[in-house]
DNA sequence: TAGATATTTAGATATTTGTCTAATTATATA
DNA sequence: TATATAATTAGACAAATATCTAAATATCTA
C-alpha cells in the first residue's frame, strides 16, 4: 500500500500508467514521451514495478511493461472504505 | 490531484483519513491517536488541507477537521479510468 | 566476433519531506 | 485581567527523492 501511494506521487509515473492504459509499451517508447533521461525513466518505472502497478517481461533485447491493473483496484477498494461510512 | 497524491502518500495522514470517515475530530483529538508531536500533527492536517480532503472549521478554541469525500471521489474515478480499457 | 542498440546500475547533487523544539496566536475562564 | 489550554508557525536537521552523467550489461546483426 505504502509503496502504490509512493509511485502514485509523481505526475511522470501517473502519465506512464495512463500511457500503458492504452497499450503495452517497452522501456524505450516510453521514455520517447517524456523529456527526462532514459535512466530517469527507468528509475521511475523501477518504483513502479517494485509497487506491482506494472509487470516487466523482458523479450529480447527489450524490456516490455504492462499495467497491473490488481493494484489499482486494490487502491480504489481503500478509497471506498474511507467514503463509506458517514 | 499532484496535492492529493502527495497527502495520500504518508501513512499518518491516510490512517487521519481513517479516523475521520468514523467521525469528525478537532486537532487535539486526531493527534491523542498518534505518537508524534502536535505540531506534526498540524503539519500533517494542513497537507490534507492543501489537498481539500479535510475542511477545517475553527469552533471557538479548537479546529474541527471533516474528510472531503468529494476530493477521494475524484481520486477514485481518475483510477477507475486506469482501469478502463483494454 | 565486432559494433550497435536497449536498458539498467552506480554515484553525485539539489530539492523535498517529516520530524523535532521553541515561540506565537487565539480563545476560555477564574 | 492573568493564566491555562488548543493549535499553528518558525526554524533546524536528517532522510528520502528525482534528476543527471558515466559506466555496465544484455542482446542483436553484419
Not at 525513466?41 to 506491482?52: F, G, P, T, V, Y
Not at 509487470?55 to 497491473?68: A, D, E, H, P, R
Not at 491493473?69 to 472504505?81: H, R, Y
Request: hydrophobic content about 40%; aromatic content about 6%; proline content about 2%.
Amino acid at each position: 500500500m505504502n509503496r502504490v501511494f509512493k509511485a502514485l506521487n509523481d505526475p511522470i509515473r501517473r502519465e506512464i500508467l495512463e500511457l500503458l492504459k492504452e497499450k503495452d509499451m517497452n522501456a524505450g517508447e516510453i521514455a520517447d514521451h517524456f523529456e527526462i533521461t532514459k535512466p530517469s525513466i527507468s528509475h521511475h518505472l523501477d518504483c513502479l514495478k517494485q509497487a506491482e502497478l506494472v509487470i516487466s517481461v523482458k523479450k529480447g533485447q527489450y524490456v516490455n511493461y504492462t499495467l497491473n491493473k490488481t493494484v489499482v483496484d486494490e487502491i480504489i477498494q481503500w478509497l471506498m472504505t474511507i467514503n463509506l461510512k458517514k
